[in-house]
């Protein structure tokens, strides 16, 4: 069974991962394979260089990701096939590795880890989804230190996110991450033994 785990910016959702993973869970990471399905020679390139033009690829046969941003940059159309294309990508890879680790896995229960589940419309392919949250002005707070970006740049990114609101009334399972580390690891523990 997968699980889906989520959260905006600056949630925690990287931190609960970090902790499903010490305790022996197995974590798929959405953002990871990202990096792999766009790596040099991966049948996605070919896909994207039919989409967008051979420009896209480096000299040295790397996806220019700048390039291609800049040029779907603004336009509706271009980002939803780009999205389309990658997510489609990320999936299927994502699907063939939990089906590898599920012949050896002696937990039923897998994680997959995607900071935009919802946006993209993959909550219908998970058992459950395990959304992390905490207030804004935490959020906020925590991505200034981590990231070093100012508080309108954070901003503006959540704003591109689906709203806490919604997120939480989809959620089968909301972990409240407003305290410490401590409380962070009971809210898991918690869902844990509840869930699992
Ligand atoms: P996300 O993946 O949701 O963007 P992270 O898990 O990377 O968020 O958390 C953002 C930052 O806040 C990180 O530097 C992390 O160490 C810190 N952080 C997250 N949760 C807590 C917590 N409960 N107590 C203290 N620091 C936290």
């Known amino acids: ?42 049948p996605l390139l070919r896909m994207l260089v039919k989409e967008f033009g051979v420009d896209i690829i480096q000299e040295d046969g790397e996806l220019d990701r700048r390039k291609l941003a800049n040029l779907t940059f603004g336009d509706r159309e271009k980002t939803n096939r780009l999205n389309e294309l ?4 990320i999936l299927c890879r994502a699907i063939g590795q939990f089906h590898k680790l599920s012949l ?18 993959w909550d219908r392919y998970m058992e459950q989804v395990w959304l992390v949250t905490a207030p804004e002005d935490v959020r906020i707070e925590r991505v200034e ?6 508080e309108e740049e954070i901003r503006q990114r959540i704003r591109l996110q689906m709203s806490e609101e919604e997120k939480s009334q989809r959620a089968d399972v909301i ?22």
Do not use: C, H, W
């Not at 990658?86 to 990508?89: C, D, H, I, L, R």
């Open 1 to 42: 069974m997968i699980y889906g785990l989520t959260g905006g910016i600056g949630s925690g959702k990287t931190t609960v991962s970090k902790i499903l993973r010490d305790k022996g869970f197995i974590v798929l990471d959405a953002d990871e394979i990202g990096k792999e399905v766009t790596a040099k020679g991966e």
């Open 86 to 89: 990658v997510q489609t990508a």
């Open 104 to 121: 050896t896995e002696p937990r039923k229960v897998m994680f997959f880890d995607v900071p935009l589940l919802y946006e993209a419309g």
């Open 145 to 150: 230190v981590r990231d070093g970006l100012s």
């Open 175 to 196: 972990i409240e991450n407003d305290g410490g580390m401590a409380k962070l690891m009971s809210q898991v523990e918690k869902a844990i033994a509840e869930n699992l």
